[in-house]
């Protein structure tokens, strides 16, 4: 069993930044050796999202309305993730998710998962 807690999550004005964190817990100490950790998000009337995910070898990618504007990190030592994002607009409002899987080339797609946080909340006003 994984837990993934989320947390940083806020209420900024556009053009600012937060930075989200994802702490895992797990007694299989090997499950981050071959699985990815990504970021998702879910605003109300729009799909689930893949933004950003980073393997164990720290190969990252990203989701084409983020790109250049968000960062993902991990601290293995912590087994947490990092989500920094810059440059907020207003459609970034989301529920944001981490989420915690297989390596798969389909990162983006939500149903690859296995494990889930709870989310956190972003909110981007003008």
């Known amino acids: 069993q994984v837990q993934l807690v989320e947390s940083g999550g806020g209420s900024v004005q556009a053009g600012g930044s937060l930075r989200l964190s994802c702490a895992a817990s797990t007694d299989r100490f090997t499950v981050f050796e071959d699985h990815m950790l990504a970021w998702f998000r879910h605003a109300p009337g729009r799909e689930r999202e893949g933004i950003a995910v980073?393997?164990?070898?720290?190969?990252?990618n990203y989701g084409d309305s983020v790109a250049g504007r968000f960062t993902i990190s991990q601290d293995n030592a912590k087994n947490t993730v990092y989500l920094q994002m810059s440059s907020l607009k207003t459609v970034d409002s989301a529920m944001y998710y981490c989420?915690?899987?297989?390596?798969?080339?389909?990162?983006?797609?939500?149903?690859?998962?296995?494990?889930w946080g709870q989310g956190t909340q972003v909110t981007v006003s003008t």
């Open positions: 980073i393997s164990r070898q720290e190969r990252a």
């Open positions: 989420a915690a899987g297989p390596v798969s080339a389909y990162w983006y797609d939500p149903s690859g998962y296995l494990w």
